[in-house]
């Protein structure tokens, strides 16, 4: 079963700053990959996939993020942070369930604070 | 193209009693998701119903947990009786068939207080 862990849990930032919120994946033969955003009280929001192709990963909201096979890793980055940036990132990944239908495993969030 | 609606926004119980959720997808959505998100931690996914079947339930806890999506459309979550272990975020979430390639859409959620 695929798993992934995202390696910080609160992230402070100023703003304008860069920003990279790191995830990392177990290992498969083939992966699709996805960052999703929540907003307070909100639902999850999709930012970026990554499913065949590019490495490099352009979304919504001026972020993007690189997919490393050799370091089984989806870090999500911004060049440029706004204070309505500041939410919980989920990195997930794909799986198989026993019935060969696709679901989602999340990691465990990366809250982003950008402060003035 | 309205979103995916859930009710009630928020709910508080008792232990033992029991609760209520429901689910309105996205129109024309045949893929159902139901995720229990416990605080600090991302959501996980609690059953997956493919129109009105069950694709996926391996992490139901199924003596108290149940679901149901009469005529493929509207889903109901219940729990009873309620633990306080069972506070948590419960998210809906609709795609269009399921797929890898499909994005999922999710509601609002319903926060669920347990005391």
């Known amino acids: 079963a695929q798993s992934v862990t995202q390696l910080d849990s609160q992230v402070p930032v100023f703003e304008e700053a860069p920003v990279e919120l790191r995830c990392n994946y177990s290992s498969s033969v083939s992966v699709y990959l996805f960052w999703y955003v929540q907003y307070p009280n909100q639902g999850l929001q999709l930012l970026l996939k990554y499913l065949s192709g590019s490495t490099l990963v352009k979304g919504i909201n001026g972020f993007e993020a690189e997919f490393n096979k050799s370091q089984t890793s989806f870090h999500l980055r911004k060049p440029s942070v706004h204070i309505s940036d500041t939410a919980e990132y989920f990195c997930a990944v794909s799986d198989l369930n026993r019935q060969g239908a696709q679901k989602l495993v999340f990691g465990q969030g990366t809250r982003l604070t950008i402060n003035p | 193209e309205a979103g995916v609606a859930q009710s009630p926004r928020y709910k508080i119980i008792e232990k033992r009693q029991s609760v209520a959720f429901w689910c309105n997808p996205i129109s024309g959505h045949a893929t159902l998701y139901w995720y229990q998100q416990i605080l600090g931690q991302g959501p996980k996914l609690l059953i997956q119903?493919?129109?009105?079947?069950?694709?996926?339930d391996s992490q139901l806890p199924k003596d108290r947990f149940s679901a149901e999506r009469l005529k493929g459309v509207d889903s109901t979550l219940k729990i009873q009786p309620a633990k306080l272990e069972d506070s948590a975020v419960y998210l809906c979430a609709s795609s269009f068939w399921g797929g890898s390639l499909d994005e999922q859409y999710f509601g609002p959620g319903t926060r669920l207080t347990v005391t």
């Open positions: 119903f493919q129109n009105n079947g069950v694709v996926d």
